[in-house]
């Protein structure tokens, strides 16, 4: 069972980025997924989660309206589309399957001008 994270970078604060979440060594269409994240010097945080075949999603009340979480079941991935970034947006972002339970190894988002 494996998550790998991409899609991190340094980005300026009102920018956007799309975090993905490639999964393997499970049936990832039969299990809902999340994103969380975790500040300097905060505990980790939950962001958002979908279903297995992504027909609800929720949201942190930090985060919604700006974010937006999606799958590609054909893909065995997860997406995380951020937008207007915030300097407090700055974190790890991991992505988790609650039901197995794995954590991939996170992305650095830095929100900085």
């Known amino acids: 069972v494996q998550l790998v994270e991409s899609g991190g970078g340094l980005v300026q604060p009102g920018g956007s980025l799309r975090l993905s979440c490639a999964a393997s060594?499970?049936?990832?269409?039969?299990?809902?997924m999340s994103w969380y994240r975790q500040a300097p010097g905060k505990e980790r945080e939950w962001v958002a989660s979908?279903?297995?075949?992504?027909?609800?999603?929720t949201y942190a009340d930090s985060v919604k309206g700006r974010f937006t979480i999606s799958r590609d079941n054909a893909k065995n991935t997860v997406y995380l589309q951020i937008h207007s970034l915030k300097r407090e947006d700055t974190a790890v972002y991991y992505c988790?399957?609650?039901?197995?339970?794995?954590w991939g190894q996170g992305t650095q988002v830095t929100v900085s001008s």
């Open positions: 988790f399957a609650p039901s197995l339970p794995k």
């Open positions: 060594g499970f049936t990832f269409r039969s299990y809902g």
């Open positions: 979908i279903t297995s075949a992504g027909g609800s999603t």
